[in-house]
């Protein structure tokens, strides 16, 4: 079968290996789709995921078919149209340094366990639709961190697929106002499809403004007023104007969501913070129910979901698929299709 391998820097390669079989505990997966994460440029141009690791296989974004079930495996069938937690097999995280990548024509899920490591979906999901369920767990891991209610106002910095995917998080919550903000016009206009209450380009508006134009003004515990009235902002883009916006002064008791990638160290006067009282979290991956909870919505509102995804590449083209992907504002999200 074919697998996409990575074995130093700009060293990635379609090679022929042995195909997985199932144990008794496991499944065999046949990908259709897998979607090109963020950090995968990254690991491209670095060589590798792990330092030291010999070979790196790629891809943590699948969704497909299951072509072999285990003798001890419950609730999965031969057919059924699956996606992988990468995070949840038994032997080692998928494409994140272990030994399968799911840019792969197969894929054994090692302890497979139906909800969990493996979630079904239906039939009427296309392939590349489903494959949205990872990155957008990781979303919606960011968005439940900010516990967020329907009176919250939010803003979420940068409409990529994070991004969106915690729009339409911080929408089924019910929250009832939600800007998004970006520099690509395109991104900002997918954004409103979603459900965005209004955006703001970052690139020629001045952001506080419009938070307070759009979401009312607050105060610190000094009492300084004027600041925007945001209850969430979720930093889905990973750059320091981001940071800079939010620390220029939050109102009393705002939460500040951290899921983007920051390439480099950011200082932070954390004593001009103290009046605001602003509560920072970081969040990682999808620990809980989260990937479960995004392909039911997928499920739901699939045309919806769909918006997301910019191109569709197939395996033979994967070098330019994650080039595509590591290109700021190219894209929305890129998917690889396997046939």
Known sequence: MRSVLLSGPQQLEIREIEPPIAGDDDIVVRIRACGICGADPHAVAQGTIIPGAAQTALGHEPAGEIVEVGAHVRDLAVGDRVVIDPTKVADAIIGGGGPQGALSDLVAVRGAVAGESVIPFAAHVPWHVAALAEPLAVARRAVDRTHPQPHHTAVVFGAGPVGLGALLALKSYGVGHVVVAD?????????????????IDSSAEDVRERLVELQGSGADAFGRQGLPGTDIYIDAAGVRPVLDTVFAGPKSGAILAIVGIHQRPVEVDFQSLIPSELAIVHSMGHPGSEMREVVADIVANTDKYARIVSDLIPLDRVAEAIDLAGRPGASRKVVVTLD
């Not at 991104?187 to 209450?197: F, K, P, S, T, V």
């Open 183 to 199: 520099i690509q016009q395109g991104r900002l206009e997918i954004a409103l499809e979603l459900g965005a209450d209004a955006v």
